[in-house]
C-alpha cells in the first residue's frame, strides 16, 4: 500500500513489492545503489554482446538462492514499515494517540532499516518521522493546556529525535546535493504543517507575539527542537557547498505563507550574516524570473486561472521574505543594511535596454515594501543619503517599466503612495517630504531627463501634487494636534524650516501660483510650530524676494491663515525686515550678492497701498496689520540705513542710476504714507506718522543724508537727476510737514539743519569751493597736513620775485603790486568750478530758496533763522561766531586777521553768497550772520585803510566786494536806505574817502549795539505778529559825507540833492 503523508508532498512513496520470486522492476528499483548500477551494466552487456543468452542469462541470475534471500529480507523490512506507518495519518494525530503505545524500538527499528536500505525510500522514512513530530506535538500542547492529560508520549518522542539524529548523520557523512536539498525541503514543509495544524489551539492562541513566541513554544516540544537542530545542519551543509539553491529552496518554501515565518524568524536568527546576501539576491532573482514568466505566458494567452494562481504563489513568497526582512531589521543586521543599499544602488545606476530594465531590484524591494510597511521604513532610513530626486526619478521610471500587476494588483500607485505615507513613521516622513519637495518645487529638477523619458517626468509632475497634498495634510494635522510641539518629535516640520531651504519654498510660493496654495499650509504649520518669530521671518523673505506686485497675493494667502494666530506678526516682521534681508543677501551666490533693498521698497509701497485702498466689501487686509503703525519709526530708520549704503556704494562704483531708484523708491514710499481719502473725510488724524522720539531724530538725519546723495548726482551725465532730486525733496518735505503728528512737529528743522549741514562738509566734493567750511570734519592727521599745504605755499622765492620785476615800475609801487610779498598770493585766481558742481549750486540754492521762502512767513522766519545760524558757526567757527558787537575802529582793527580769515572761508564757498541772499530775503534773519557781516565789513574797511596810495580811488575789486555786501545787508534789511549813497560815492573818491565812509557805517553798527538776545528777541516777536525793527535810521550828522561830496563836486555834485532829501526826513 501507498504511504503519502502531508509532511512529504510529492515523493514517492515506497511500492508494495511482489512476494519471492517475481522479479518485478518494482523490486529491483529497492536494491541499493551498487546493484542497480551492476543490472543495468550488466543488462547493457546482454543486449550488446550476449543478445541471444541473455534472457537465460538473467533467469539463472536472479532466481539464485542469494537473490531470494535479499528480496525476502527486502520484503519484511517494508512490510513491517507499512504497517507501522498505516496505523493513522495526520488528521488521525490530531485526534488520537497513534503510536504512544509503541516503544521506541518498535518506532524507530522499521524506518532506520528502510532508511539505510531502501535509499529510494528515505522520502517516506521522511514522511512518517513528520508524523511522530506531529503527534509528539500535539500530545505535549495536550498536556500544557490540561495538566490532567495522562498520555506517555516519550516514546514518540525519543523515536522522532534518534530518527532525525539519523537523518542529520547521513546529511553530514555523504553529501548528495540532490539528497540534503530534499531533506531541507522536507524540514520546511514540516515546519509548516506544524504551525498550520496547531494554529487554532488555546497554546498558540494564547501567544502575546507572532512568530517569535511560536518559535520559544516549538522549541518546548523535543521533537520539533531536534527538527530545528536538524535544518541548522541542513543549511550549514548547503551554505557551504551550494548556497543559493539553499536560498531558493528556502525561498520556494515561503510559499506556505505565515505558517513558515516562525521557521524563517530561527533562520535569520541563526544565520544572520549568512543568508542575507544569497537571500536577498535570490529573492530578486525570483522576482526577475517572475516578470518573465509572467510576460512570456500573457504572450502565449494562458488561461486567467493560471495567471491568478501565478501572482498567489509569488505573493505568498514576497510576503513571507518580507517578514524575515524585517525581522532583520529588528534585530539591528548590519550586513542587510550594506547589502540593501548595494543592491538598490546598482539597480538605480543601470541604464535601460530598449526600456527594459536587466536589474530590477528596486522594483523587488518595492514590492516588499507592498507587503509591509515596516520594509518602507527600513529602506528610507537606511538610505536616506540616497534620497535624492534624480534617484526618485531613476525608481520610478524602473518601476513604471514593470506591469502594475506584478508589483501592487489592488490599487493604484497613488492610493498606495497616499496609504504608504500615512503609514511612514516621523524620520521617515521627514526624509521622503524633503525629496517630494524639491521634486515638486524645483522646476529644472529633471531637466538632465527630460530627453530621456519625457514621458516619466510628465506623469511625476502630474500626479506628485497628490503626494504633496497627502504630506502636507499630516504636517498641518500635527502641527496643531499638540501644544508646543517639538521639530524633534516631528523632524518633517524642520526640513524647510530656516535657511536657503525656507527660501526656496518661499521663491516656489511667488514664482508658481500653483504651487502657492500647499506652500502657505507649509508655512502655516511650520509658524504655528515655531512661533511668531518664524512667521514675521517668512513675512520678511515674501518681501525682500517678490520681484512683482501680483506676487504678494501669496504672501497675503500666508497671512490670513498665520495672522488669527499671531495679531502682531506684521509688526514682529517689520522690526526685523533688514535683518532677515541681510541673511538672505547672504545667502545667494557673490555674483547675485547685491542688495535687495529696492525690491523691499516697491514690495512695501504695494502692501501699504493695498491696506488703504482695500474696499470694506472685499477682504479686509487692515486687520492684518499692514500699516507699520509704532513700528514705522524702527522699520524706516532701518530701511534709510540700507539704503544709504546702497546708495553711496553704487554712487561710489559709477552706478548712480541704482542710487536714483533708490530715492524715488523711499520717496515713493514716504507718498503712500498719507492718509488716503476715506480716512480724511472721517478726519483720519490715527494714520499720521507715530514714532519714538529717538527714531524721529535718526529719521531726519537718514533723510537729509539720502537728500545730500540725491543731489550729489545731478549733473550732465544723467538727466533725470534733477527730476529725482525735486521729486525726493518735495516728497520728504510733505512727509515731514505734513504727515508726522503733531507731538513730532519742529523735526523738519532737523532735517535742514542736517541737509545744510552735509552739503557745508562735502561742499569741496559738491559745488567745487576750494575749500570745506567745517574744519571739524577733518580727522587730526588730515588738519596737520592741510596746516603743512598753507605754511608752504607761504613760503616766498624773493630770487625769483626780483628776476620778475619790472624795471620801469618804482620800489614802491613793485612793493604794493601784488608781485612780490604776500600781495602775490591774493592776485592769485581761484579756479572755477566744474560746470557739473555750478549745477548741483545752483539747484542746492533753488531748493534751499524753495524750503526757506515757499511756506507760512512763521514758517519762512524759523527756516531761514536755521540757515543763518548754521552759516555763521560754518564761517566763524571759533568764538568770533558771537561776536554782534562793534567796538571802537581802533580796537577791532587789532584783531583783524580773524575777520580775513572769515572773509577768505567766504570767499572759498560758492553756495556762502547765496545762501546769504536767501537768508536776507526773509529780514530780520541776516541779523542772526551780523558776525559774518562784521567780518566782511571789516576786511573791506582794512584794505580801504591800508593801501599805501591812499589817494588813488579803489580798485575793481575792492569796489565789487563792498558792491556785494551793501547788496546784502540793504537785502535784509540791517542797513538803513540812507548809506544806499556809499556805492553811488565811493568809485569817485579816493581809497582814504572811501575809508571814512566805512568808518561811518561801521560807527553805526556800533551805535545800534545789536545783540544775539535783542535779536532773538525782535525775531520772536515778528513770529507773534509784531510789527518791530531792529536798525535805526542814519542821524542827523552826515558831515562827512558832504565833505567828500564838496571835493569831488565834479563828479558827484548830482547827489547833493539827495543826501538833503536825507537829512530832511532825518
Known sequence: ??????????????????????????????????????????????????????????????????????????????????????????????????????SAAELIAPASDVFLCIPASR?????????????????????????????????????????????GDAVTSSFLKRSVLEVLSWCCT??????????????????????????????????????????????????????????????????????????????????????????????????????????????????????????????????????VFNFLTRRSNTELGKIVSRMIKDSLDSIPKDGVFDNLNFVFFFKLVTCSVDTLRFLITQNADEATPANFFRGIRQLMSVDHRLVLSNIPYLDFAKQMIRALDVNSLAVVFACVMQMALDPLIFSQF?????????????????????????????????????????????????????????????????????????LHALSIVYGEVKGSEIVCRFIVECREADSLSALVAFLTTIVPYFPNLMRSAYESLTSVMRIVDGEKSPVLGKSSILRVLNNLRVIFEWESTTDASMLNMKHFGLYPDAAIGMLFCNL?????????????????????????????????????????????????????????????????????IALSIVGREYDMAISVFEEYRTTVFSFICQQFSPLLRGYEKLFLVSFLTCCIQDAKDLFGDSDDLVAWKYESSERATMLLGVEEAQKESFLDAIQSMSLEKRPNQLAHSGRIGKGARHLQKVPLPSEDALHRAHVFLDAMRTTCLANSRESNLEACKLVADIMTEALC???????FLFQDWDIEKDFVS?????????????????????????????????????????????????????????????????????????????????????????????????????????????????????????????????????????????????????????????????????????
Open 1 to 102: 500500500m501507498e504511504i503519502e503523508s502531508p509532511a512529504s508532498p510529492g515523493a514517492d512513496s515506497p511500492a508494495s513489492p511482489t512476494p519471492c520470486t517475481a522479479q518485478t522492476p518494482a523490486v529491483v528499483e529497492v536494491a541499493d545503489e551498487a546493484e542497480v548500477a551492476e543490472e543495468e551494466m550488466i543488462n547493457t552487456e546482454g543486449r550488446s554482446s550476449r543478445l541471444s543468452a541473455g534472457n537465460e542469462y538473467q533467469r539463472k541470475a536472479y532466481s539464485g538462492a542469494e537473490w531470494c534471500e535479499k528480496y525476502r529480507k527486502v520484503t519484511n523490512i517494508y512490510e513491517s514499515f507499512v504497517k507501522l506507518t498505516s496505523m493513522g495519518d495526520v488528521t488521525a494525530v490530531y485526534r488520537r494517540p497513534i503510536w504512544a503505545h509503541l
Open 123 to 167: 522520502n517516506a522514512v521522511l514522511g512518517y518521522i513528520g508524523m511522530l513530530i506531529h503527534e509528539n506535538a500535539h500530545q505535549c500542547f495536550s498536556k500544557q493546556e490540561n495538566p490532567q492529560y495522562g498520555v506517555d508520549y516519550s516514546s514518540v518522542e525519543n523515536a522522532a529525535v534518534a530518527l532525525m539524529r539519523m537523518v
Open 190 to 323: 514540516i515546519s509548516s504543517e506544524l504551525s498550520q495544524h496547531n494554529a487554532g489551539r488555546l497554546s498558540v492562541v494564547n501567544l502575546p507575539r507572532g512568530p517569535e513566541s511560536l518559535l520559544e513554544l516549538f522549541k518546548m516540544v523535543g521533537s520539533i527542537a531536534q527538527l530545528i537542530k536538524l535544518i541548522d545542519t541542513t543549511i550549514n551543509v548547503l551554505l557551504a557547498k551550494c548556497p543559493d539553491e539553499c536560498m531558493t529552496v528556502l525561498f520556494d518554501a515561503s510559499r506556505h505563507g505565515t505558517h513558515f515565518n516562525w521557521i524563517w524568524l530561527h533562520i535569520a536568527i541563526t544565520f544572520p550574516g549568512s543568508i542575507v546576501d544569497h537571500l536577498f539576491t535570490v529573492g530578486a532573482d525570483q522576482f526577475k524570473a517572475y516578470v518573465e514568466d509572467i510576460r512570456i505566458k500573457e504572450r502565449n494567452q494562458v488561461s486567467p486561472a493560471i495567471l491568478s494562481s501565478i501572482h498567489e504563489d509569488y505573493n505568498v513568497k514576497f510576503n513571507s521574505l518580507s517578514d
Open 450 to 522: 527630460e530627453h530621456q523619458d519625457p514621458g516619466v517626468c510628465r506623469a511625476i509632475r502630474e500626479n506628485i501634487v497628490v503626494v504633496v497634498d497627502e504630506l502636507l495634510n499630516l504636517i498641518v494635522r500635527a502641527a496643531h494636534s499638540k501644544p508646543n510641539l517639538s521639530v524633534i518629535e516631528y523632524p518633517a516640520i524642520a526640513e524647510f524650516a530656516s535657511g536657503k531651504k525656507l527660501q526656496f519654498v518661499i521663491n516656489a510660493a511667488i514664482t508658481s501660483p500653483s504651487w502657492a496654495g500647499p506652500i502657505v499650509r507649509y
Open 640 to 708: 534709510l540705513y540700507e539704503v544709504l549704503n546702497a546708495a553711496e556704494k553704487s554712487v561710489e562704483i559709477g552706478e548712480a542710476q541704482v542710487a536714483m531708484d533708490l530715492i524715488l523708491a523711499i520717496a515713493r514710499l514716504l507718498d503712500v504714507m498719507a492718509p488716503f481719502s476715506s480716512q480724511k473725510k472721517e478726519g483720519g488724524t490715527h494714520r499720521l506718522v507715530k514714532m519714538q522720539i529717538r527714531y524721529a531724530y535718526k529719521l531726519m538725519i537718514q533723510l537729509a543724508s539720502l537728500q545730500r
Open 877 to 883: 567757527h571759533d568764538a568770533l561766531g558771537s561776536d
Open 898 to 1066: 580773524k575777520y580775513l580769515e572769515i572773509s577768505k572761508r567766504l570767499d572759498s564757498s560758492w553756495i556762502s553768497q547765496g545762501l546769504m541772499e536767501v537768508v536776507a530775503e526773509n529780514p530780520p534773519c541776516l541779523w542772526f550772520m551780523l558776525p559774518v557781516i562784521k567780518a566782511e565789513l571789516a576786511t573791506i574797511t582794512a584794505k580801504f585803510e591800508n593801501v599805501v596810495d591812499k589817494s588813488r580811488p579803489p580798485s575793481e575789486d575792492m569796489l565789487d566786494r563792498f558792491d556785494k555786501w551793501l547788496y546784502i545787508v540793504r537785502k535784509g534789511d540791517i542797513l538803513s536806505e540812507r548809506f544806499e549813497l556809499t556805492m553811488d560815492i565811493i568809485p569817485y573818491v579816493s581809497c582814504y574817502e572811501g575809508f571814512l565812509l566805512l568808518i561811518e557805517i561801521w560807527r553805526h553798527f556800533q551805535r545800534r549795539g545789536a545783540s544775539y538776545n535783542s535779536i532773538q528777541a525782535v525775531h520772536n516777536a515778528i513770529l507773534k505778529g509784531e510789527d518791530a525793527r531792529l536798525h535805526i535810521t542814519m542821524d542827523g550828522n552826515t558831515e562827512i559825507f558832504r565833505l567828500v561830496l564838496q571835493k569831488n563836486i565834479g563828479d558827484l555834485g548830482h547827489l547833493f540833492p539827495l543826501l538833503c532829501v536825507t537829512e530832511t526826513v532825518a
